[in-house]
């Protein structure tokens, strides 16, 4: 059974830093691709970083990039995604997802499974 499990989110001042993770189980994930997107209220699902789980190659949203890093360890089987210099835009929950094919990464319609999410909110 698969599963993914975030954890990390909560409540920050602008300016701030939070780490997400994201659990998993039941995935040989040698061949999988990890992303983390995010949804604020009224809008839809938008890529934020993902990382192929074998080369440890990563992208991440023009929105995000300098300020969020993807990472994973192995044998924990789990990635991170480490969020500095937070912005109030930057509110919304956070989900991990996996997926196969290292083509539409951006696109969360081509994930397989997701987890629950994790709150993530910056105060200004």
């Known amino acids: 059974q698969v599963q993914l499990v975030e954890s990390g989110g909560g409540l920050v001042q602008a300016g701030g830093s939070l780490t997400l993770s994201c659990a998993t189980s039941?995935?040989?994930?040698?061949?999988?691709?990890l992303g983390w997107f995010r949804q604020a209220p009224g809008k839809e699902r938008e890529f934020v970083a993902a990382i192929a789980w074998r080369t440890g190659n990563a992208w991440s949203a023009d929105s995000v990039k300098g300020r969020f890093t993807i990472s994973r360890d192995n044998d924990k089987s789990t990635v991170y995604l480490q969020m500095n210099s937070l912005k109030p835009e930057d509110t919304a929950v956070y989900y991990c997802?996996?997926?196969?094919?290292?083509?539409?990464?951006?696109?969360?319609?081509?994930?397989?499974?997701w987890g629950q999410g994790t709150q993530v909110t910056v105060s200004p």
């Open positions: 997802a996996v997926k196969s094919a290292l083509l539409d990464l951006r696109d969360p319609d081509y994930y397989s499974y």
């Open positions: 039941g995935l040989t994930l040698n061949m999988k691709n």
